[in-house]
């Protein structure tokens, strides 16, 4: 009945609408935290699994991170605090963290929390059959023992740097996944967490639900319920933004400077720009003949515009990067090769390598066209629009680039990780350590792990692994600086830039505060005064 009841509402909003929203902010309400309502989020990607173990895609982990806890988690300012850990110390060698448990953390199904959760997750990702691509993270603990149930004991091989950000790592429930296949598990598309929301429902290619859990350990979130709806297209987001069929999206840098800069739009929602730690590149498939000389990489970035990509597709709220490392980062360094727009040197580079322009105006090898296809994935408009930058700009010294989209988990499981590409645009959400072990090692190159472009290169190898297991952060930066010189240098990717974060957000909903976390770190504490409330949600018992 309930279920019925909240479809006859939906129903009866978009009927009563049409291509206007009747819903309307009220000029006078009482401005005090309220339990109800709904919150309508949005993504142009459906995620993959709902098991943090196997999920590697942004889309899987926006819903994870509301379902699942980790022992630890960051603060709006980004200090490590604790979240299923009440507390925890560490050997001054490092070599030993003793987490100390919070009680009466209940799973979603009523089953009590322990530390034998604890280790039963170090030991699925350290299953040898798991479809995992962050086995890395676990693989310097020597072993764990579980003491009782709230404390246990974390021994690791050899001091390992970011070992107490890695335990942010959701943890999964023993009882309901012990002696199970953990990659085909029912588990996967009907999760149990000890987080704030509770898995209700999964409709395939439209759109996922949560419900608040009112046993939550930090409190009830306000919000009611929240739904995931599943629109592959980014300007169809924004249509439905308008007409109220969502309540947020992550806007273009031309919605943001555009549409959403004008006045009507400012009275319904708030916008934010928000910096990230991400950025987007273009890699390319080191097992492909075209790309395995190094001077061949290199002529493709200088013969990249990248300012021109920034201005263009971005209207500025990006900035240039070099190398796997954000701008601001104590890792980046700045003195790495940057790639400044040169179609002459890219020319030079080409034809030192045996490349010819032939009559058509491309460039032939042994009888064979410089030709290759670029994939990136669907309802990214921004994407397809670099996609199309590039084909231009390569066009222009001889290089035929076709471009493909596609959808986004085809993209992931179909060529990805089977390495069926040649050339790719895509992005990285990366930690706030600088620790890219995972990306980057010769040894994360299986399916689904993430280095899909198979790069190797021995020096990174030894320096990826000794910036892990060091503490001292003078070291660590230096180490990580070298890493970045020598990764420009390689270029497997050009770089582009690390964005913006522009979230929009309808105005009704409260408690959003900015910070170096961005905006979702709090979302427990967001709420609708009662007054504003849109949707009349009664909140499970």
């Known amino acids: 009945m309930k279920n019925f009841l909240f479809y006859f509402l939906i129903f009866l909003f978009f009927f009563s609408c049409g291509k206007k929203e009747i819903y309307e902010l009220k000029e006078r309400y009482i401005d005090k935290p309220s339990y109800g309502d709904i919150l309508i989020d949005s993504s142009i990607g459906e995620p993959a699994t709902l098991n943090p173990v ?18 630890v988690k960051f603060d709006e300012n980004l200090n490590i605090v604790g ?27 009523g089953t009590e929390f322990t530390a034998t959760d604890v280790k039963f997750t170090y030991d699925s990702f350290m299953n040898p059959q798991a479809k995992t691509a962050y086995r890395s993270l676990f693989e310097p603990i020597e072993k764990i023992e579980v003491l009782n149930d709230y404390t246990l004991k974390v021994y690791y091989k050899f001091t390992f740097a970011p070992a107490l950000q890695y335990w942010g790592t959701s943890i999964l429930p023993e009882h309901l996944l012990k002696d199970k296949d953990i990659n085909t598990a029912e588990f996967n598309r009907n999760p149990v967490g000890t987080g704030p929301y509770k898995f209700s429902k999964w409709k395939t290619t ?13 409190g009830s979130p306000y919000i009611a319920k929240y739904i995931y709806r599943i629109i592959p297209d980014q300007s169809v987001q924004f249509m439905e933004l308008l007409a109220g069929g969502i309540d947020q999206m992550v806007l273009t840098s031309e919605l943001y400077t555009g549409e959403a800069d004008k006045e009507e739009f400012l009275k319904k929602f708030n916008k934010f720009a928000i910096t990230s730690f991400s950025y987007v590149y273009i890699g390319y498939n080191l097992l492909n003949d075209l790309f395995k000389n190094k001077n061949v990489r290199k002529a493709l970035s200088y013969a990249i515009n990248k300012d021109e990509i920034i201005n263009g597709v971005k209207r500025g709220l990006a900035k240039r990067i070099t190398g796997p490392f954000i701008p601001g980062s104590w890792a980046y360094n700045e003195d790495a090769q940057a790639y400044d727009y040169d179609p002459e040197k890219a020319k030079e580079l080409l034809y030192k390598e045996g490349w010819k322009k032939e009559k058509d105006g491309y460039l032939y090898k042994n009888g064979k066209r410089f030709e290759f296809i670029l994939l990136t994935n669907q309802g990214n408009k921004e994407r397809e629009e670099i996609a199309t930058i590039v084909q231009q700009q390569l066009d222009k010294i001889g290089i035929k ?25 895509l992005g990285w959400s990366i930690t706030q350590d600088p620790d890219c072990y995972d990306i980057w090692h010769s040894s994360k190159t299986k399916e689904g792990e993430f280095n899909f472009i198979s790069y190797k290169n021995d020096e990174v190898d030894k320096l990826l ?5 060091t503490f001292d952060i003078e070291k660590r930066k230096q180490i990580y600086r070298k890493i970045h010189k020598i990764i420009a240098d390689d270029a497997p990717y050009t770089f582009l830039y690390s964005p913006l974060t522009l979230p929009a957000i309808h105005k009704r909903f409260h408690g959003i505060k900015p910070a170096l976390a961005g905006i979702s770190y709090n979302f427990i504490k967001w709420y609708v005064p009662e007054e504003l409330q849109k949707y009349k949600v009664i909140m499970e018992k």
């Open 401 to 425: 680039v076709n471009i493909r989209i596609l959808a986004w988990s085809t993209l992931i499981t179909e060529f990805i990780d089977k390495k069926k590409f040649d050339a790719i645009v």
């Open 54 to 71: 196997l999920a590697s895609d942004s889309a899987s982990h926006d819903i994870i991170g509301l379902v699942f806890n980790g022992l």
């Open 206 to 218: 439209q759109q996922i639900e949560l419900t608040a859990n009112k046993n939550y350990f930090e």
């Open 465 to 469: 692994i000794l910036g892990r297991t």
């Open 83 to 109: 979240d299923l850990a009440e507390k925890w110390d560490i050997t001054k060698d490092g070599k030993i963290i003793t987490f100390y448990l919070k009680k009466d953390v209940k799973w979603h199904d």
